[in-house]
């Protein structure tokens, strides 16, 4: 009975992997834009070509709003296949969140057009640390965009307000969601080979598991 149970767990175990292998998988799939200008262009070249590394960013977001959506539903144990999970929270709001990501890339690089306006051109430096400020804000709302995308029905402009709300009334949310993405990297770099495998969707679970709290808050209110 013991050998029974002890079976039963490691196949439980084998299956949570393969579940965040598969997931992992798509969402690098669906990421091929920016995997080809990585390729082609290279990492050193994003300054200079700026509009086109947005522009490729812009399919990360139904992508990242699926990881969010299965890792959400593995919390919850609602889980069904990784392939199916995946394929409904990319698709079930796939225009709204091509939508929300674009809109996301045309702010980043509308702040910084204006950061190197006023730095390099005019000098007018209070201008410019305002638009760092946004920029930042930008980047940094990233998570809770797709975190409620991938949860809620809601429309953009609601999902914004939220995410925005929740990136300033929750600053130990936002340092959270920073230190998962440092972590992930940090795994990154001490073991490529192994982290490429799982660091969009464990980074996907981290965010999710740590804002459980907040998503319950929004949904008493």
């Known amino acids: 009975m013991g050998e029974l149970f002890q079976l ?21 799939i669906s990421n091929i834009p920016i995997l080809l200008f990585l390729l082609f262009v290279g990492a050193g070249q994003i300054r200079q070509c700026l509009p086109l590394f947005l522009a490729c960013l ?34 079930s709001d796939f225009l709204q969140t091509i939508g929300l990501g674009a809109g996301q890339m045309f702010v980043i690089l509308l702040c910084w057009t204006n950061i190197q306006f006023f730095t390099l051109q005019i000098k007018i430096f209070p201008l410019a ?4 400020i946004v920029f930042a804000a930008a980047v940094l709302v990233t998570p809770n ?3 409620l995308a ?6 953009n402009s609601q999902i ?16 959270g969601n920073v230190v998962a993405l440092g972590i992930i990297l940090a795994a990154f770099e001490i073991s490529a080979g192994t982290t490429v495998l799982f660091m969009g969707s464990i980074y996907g679970f981290l965010v999710m598991f740590m804002n459980q709290s907040v998503m319950r808050q929004l949904e008493n209110k």
């Open 145 to 147: 965009l797709y975190m």
């Open 58 to 91: 812009i399919p990360m977001a139904p992508a990242l709003s699926a990881v969010m959506y299965a890792m959400n539903r593995l919390i919850c144990g609602t889980e069904k296949t990784a392939p199916a999970d995946y394929k409904k929270g990319y698709c």
């Open 129 to 132: 640390v305002l638009f760092v």
């Open 150 to 155: 991938g949860r809620y029905k809601m429309k």
């Open 8 to 28: 039963e767990r490691v196949l439980g175990f084998c299956e949570k992997v393969c579940y965040f292998f598969v997931i992992n998988l798509l969402f690098i």
């Open 160 to 175: 914004v307000k939220t995410a925005v709300t929740v990136l300033i009334a929750k600053p130990v949310f936002t340092l």
